[in-house]
């Protein structure tokens, strides 16, 4: 296959004039112009690093249809070399990303030089076979596991080739400066009981008097809609918890501050949430109340039920609940009591403005 060396002398051959100098991509009709400022982001940081260059051979051999020309399987499987230690390193920022996703919708004659390779080519959409298939192995790589712990079979579309990503036209800063907030989820998880359902309406509240967009998430709402097919077994969960984050992150990627109250009681989970928003839009916050309190409290009689032996896998009971490790806010008992919640919600706002999510 090709070289370091070599694969930069052919992408410049390919689209800088010939002049190993000039790093500014042809004027080519066939690039979406969203490409452009992308393309000369990577050629600039392609000195330092042979999978952005690995990158860079990918997209041109994709966008400028080389592999219907001279020896179509040794050119496809350079490709597909190329995507299988593209998807082993881990060293992409979000201009590379965008570039990603639209390297991963190939023509046919790729396909079968792919599958030598194990890569995921042929899929264009997030999850197929994009850059939420790579965060999704990096997380499964933290646990020690090569799957994705029944997560796995969700993130296909079968051999579809067709379905392809597509961009909005108003970017992200746009939705910012129109909303003065910057979208970001924050995931509150504990025990049943705990208080996360009212941290969130207070801080709901707090931010609307303040002028700040805000939508709740409330797992026992959305059992009832978009989770109603889903179990409490643990591959349930799993998918329950999935698909939340995939929903708060569509909130946050509009402006949005989504507020997600889950007990959300597995650490892998509520990772694997966090791994799909950009660096830093994911606040957890912990709620952190023994569960003598919480059981003691016991809102819905859920508890009383557990230890009757009428609900089986409760968190908490005969079920576990895995504190994070390294969240970003920890709501906890001060002197005995719970703090109110106006405090508690005053807690997390003061984060927010801390870190910037709120511009007005």
């Known amino acids: 296959m090709y070289g370091y060396t070599g694969c930069r002398e052919f992408f410049l051959q390919l689209f800088v004039n010939q002049n190993p100098a000039n790093t500014v991509p042809l004027r080519n009709p066939r690039f979406a112009p969203p490409l452009s400022s992308s393309l000369n982001t990577l050629i600039d940081r392609s000195n330092d690093s042979p999978h952005r260059l690995l990158l860079l051979l990918l997209l041109s051999l994709r966008r400028r249809r080389l592999l219907r020309e001279g020896n179509v399987?040794?050119?496809?499987?350079?490709?597909?070399?190329a995507a299988a230690e593209l998807r082993r390193s881990r060293d992409y920022d979000d201009d590379e990303i965008r570039v990603w996703e639209r390297v991963w919708t190939p023509w046919g004659e790729i396909e079968g030089a792919a599958a030598d390779y194990g890569c995921g080519i042929g899929r264009g959409r997030?999850?197929?076979?994009?850059?939420?298939g790579r965060r999704q192995g990096a997380v499964d790589a933290s646990r020690g596991s090569s799957s994705g712990s029944g997560m796995e079979n969700v993130v296909t579309v079968g051999k579809s080739?067709?379905?392809l990503w597509h961009d909005c036209p108003i970017g992200k800063l746009e939705r910012q400066m129109l909303l003065k907030q910057k979208g970001c989820v924050i995931w509150i998880t504990g025990l049943s009981g705990s208080g996360k359902s009212t941290l969130a309406?207070?801080?709901?509240?707090e931010l609307h008097c303040r002028g700040h967009l805000t939508y709740i998430l409330d797992g026992d709402n959305l059992r009832h809609s978009l989770n109603r097919d889903l179990s409490f077994k643990a591959e349930d969960r799993a998918e329950n918890i999935r698909?939340?984050?995939?929903?708060?992150?569509?909130?946050?990627?509009?402006?949005v501050i989504c507020i997600a109250s889950l007990i959300s009681p597995y650490r892998r989970d509520r990772d694997a949430?966090?791994?799909?928003?950009?660096?830093?839009?994911?606040?957890?916050?912990?709620?952190?109340?023994?569960?003598?309190?919480?059981?003691?409290?016991?809102?819905?009689?859920?508890?009383?039920?557990?230890?009757?032996?009428?609900?089986?896998g409760f968190t908490g009971i005969d079920d576990p609940y895995e504190p994070p490790l390294d969240c970003e806010i920890v709501i906890q008992l001060k002197d005995g009591k719970c703090p109110t919640p106006k405090c508690m919600a005053e807690q997390v706002i003061s984060y927010l403005r801390e870190k910037g999510f709120l511009l007005g």
């Open 126 to 132: 997030r999850g197929e076979g994009g850059f939420r």
């Open 201 to 205: 309406c207070a801080l709901s509240r």
């Open 73 to 81: 399987r040794a050119r496809a499987s350079a490709a597909a070399a």
């Open 243 to 255: 698909r939340v984050g995939e929903v708060a992150n569509l909130f946050a990627d509009a402006g």
């Open 273 to 312: 949430c966090r791994a799909l928003l950009p660096e830093s839009t994911f606040v957890e916050v912990f709620m952190n109340v023994p569960l003598e309190v919480c059981e003691a409290r016991d809102p819905k009689g859920l508890y009383k039920l557990a230890r009757a032996g009428k609900i089986k």
């Open 161 to 163: 080739t067709n379905i």
